[in-house]
């Protein structure tokens, strides 16, 4: 006998018994949420995003250009939401509709 003994668990969408790494790693693809930029390009973590428009930051009293350059940007996980660093401005959070991947 080999020291490998997986627990199975049994998944209710499939009806199946799956071993448990392999059901957890089913449920994280399903948790994962696709980020697309105003023209639809698939973003990750680290692109660099121009802005598509002028846009006002609340609270910094600044405003964003049209084509400002957002040099690394981090997901969420909300479809809309992305956490971007410009100077002077804490916890800039940008819609990607807003965006365009470089």
Same mark, same amino acid.
């Given at each position: 006998?080999? *020291?490998?003994? $997986? ?25 994962? @949420? ?5 023209? /639809?390009?698939?973003?990750?973590? /680290?692109?660099? @995003? ?7 930051? !609340? *609270?910094?009293? +600044? %405003?964003? !250009?049209?084509? %400002? ?6 997901? %969420?996980?909300?479809? +809309? ?6 100077? /002077?401005?804490? /916890?800039? @959070?940008?819609?990607? $509709?807003? @965006?365009?991947?470089?």
């Amino acid at each position: 006998m080999s *020291g490998d003994s $997986e627990d199975y668990i049994y998944d209710e969408d499939s009806g199946e018994w799956l071993p448990a790494s392999e059901l957890a790693a089913k449920r994280a693809a399903e948790d994962t @949420v696709e980020v697309r930029d105003a023209v /639809g390009n698939l973003l990750a973590d /680290g692109d660099a @995003v121009t802005l598509i428009k002028d846009l006002d930051v !609340k *609270g910094a009293g +600044q %405003t964003l !250009k049209r084509g %400002t350059l957002i040099p690394s940007i981090r997901l %969420t996980g909300d479809a +809309q939401e992305i956490d971007c660093k410009y100077p /002077g401005i804490k /916890g800039l @959070v940008l819609r990607a $509709e807003f @965006v365009r991947k470089r």
